[in-house]
């Protein structure tokens, strides 16, 4: 939603380098994350999603790395391009149930 | 937007009036979520269902309650809405543990 970036820290890059969005996470017992991205004005929109039995996940520009021994998550946006600007969560999933638990947020803010 | 529709997508009301805010699926998924979203503490999950008429509370479900009669609704009820209730609402929807949830485009909702 709107000024949904407030209070967040923001991770500033140049047009066409690549950024690392880091997430810890809290539940070692967690076995699914997922990485969101929101811009102003709209709902978290899925980018990727790794499980826990894998430690990296490709897609298009993205990657995921997983480092369970440390409870950390990074998201990898290569050649980071103006429409990348936005706040990103991770968000982790434990137990039986289907509810995430949501990180804060990263504001990326991409310079041209 | 996967199929997610918020209504309304604005909304301004005063202290202590009702107000339901009403989420639509044509994905045909079997879970749904209301969440809201606040600066600094991120998205937190208010009430979910994990089937027609099987709702179940979440993290900040004080004040709010949910109903479920049909698959593709979800309506969230404000009994009598109070500033701290002053937010942006978002609906998700996922077809099972494991699978990412997919995100409305929120309903901004201010009591006065």
């Known amino acids: 939603g709107e000024n949904v970036g407030l209070h967040l820290p923001t991770l500033s890059v140049q047009e066409g380098d690549n950024s690392i969005i880091n997430c810890a996470y809290s539940?070692?017992?967690?076995?699914?994350f997922i990485w969101y991205k929101q811009e102003s004005g709209k709902g978290p929109q899925f980018i990727i999603d790794?499980?826990?039995?894998?430690d990296k996940r490709q897609g298009q520009r993205v990657t995921v790395l997983l480092n369970k021994t440390v409870k950390h998550l990074s998201l990898q946006i290569a050649a980071t391009q103006p429409g990348d600007s936005a706040v990103y969560f991770c968000a982790e999933l434990t137990g039986a149930n289907s509810k995430l638990t949501f990180g804060k947020g990263i504001t990326l803010s991409v310079r041209p | 937007d996967a199929g997610i529709t918020q209504s309304p997508r604005h909304k301004v009301t005063e202290t202590g009036t009702p107000v339901t805010l009403r989420c639509h699926q044509t994905e045909n998924h079997r879970y749904m979520y209301w969440y809201r979203q606040d600066p600094g503490h991120g998205l937190r999950l208010i009430h979910y269902?994990?089937?027609?008429?099987?709702?179940d509370k979440g993290e900040v479900s004080d004040g709010y309650s949910v109903s479920r009669s049909k698959t593709e609704d979800f309506l969230l009820t404000l009994e009598s809405a109070t500033s701290s209730q002053t937010s942006v609402y978002f609906c998700?929807?996922?077809?099972?543990?494991?699978?990412?949830?997919?995100f409305g485009n929120g309903t901004r909702l201010t009591v006065t």
């Open positions: 790794i499980r826990s039995n894998m």
């Open positions: 539940n070692s017992a967690s076995d699914y």
């Open positions: 998700a929807i996922s077809d099972g543990r494991g699978s990412p949830l997919h």
């Open positions: 269902s994990y089937g027609v008429k099987d709702t």
